[in-house]
């Protein structure tokens, strides 16, 4: 079983960065498809990055563009979503997720393709 833990949220102001970690642990020398998920109060969860096992494709939402960033480091089992420029709407519980069966060198933007979640790191963005 894999189990993923989220850190780095927090409160941060308008304009303001945050870098989102997810630890992958519980199967040993595997890197899997993983995505970084947001869900704000009363809304549905919305996929916001995606990226392959290599770390070598990428997929953007298109309301982070340009301002956030996934990356991965698979020798420490960790993937990344590096957020700048954050705006109030930008608030939400974030959560990644992994794709732990059946996979290629693909990513994935659909919510039920992954079948293992973190518990989710809560981002607020205020002045």
């Known amino acids: 079983q894999v189990q993923l833990v989220e850190s780095g949220g927090g409160l941060v102001q308008p304009g303001n960065s945050l870098k989102l970690s997810c630890a992958v642990s519980?199967?040993?020398?595997?890197?899997?498809?993983m995505g970084w998920f947001r869900q704000a109060p009363g809304k549905e969860r919305e996929l916001l990055s995606a990226?392959?096992?290599?770390?070598?494709?990428?997929f953007y939402a298109a309301s982070v563009q340009g301002r956030f960033t996934v990356s991965r480091d698979n020798a420490k089992n960790t993937v990344y979503l590096q957020m700048n420029s954050l705006k109030p709407e930008d608030t939400a519980v974030y959560y990644c997720?992994?794709?732990?069966?059946?996979?290629?060198?693909?990513?994935?933007?659909?919510?039920?393709?992954?079948?293992?979640w973190g518990q989710g790191t809560q981002v607020t963005v205020s002045s």
């Open positions: 997720a992994a794709r732990t069966s059946e996979w290629d060198n693909i990513y994935f933007t659909e919510e039920y393709q992954y079948n293992s």
């Open positions: 519980g199967r040993a020398s595997s890197s899997y498809p």
């Open positions: 990226i392959n096992w290599r770390g070598t494709k990428k």
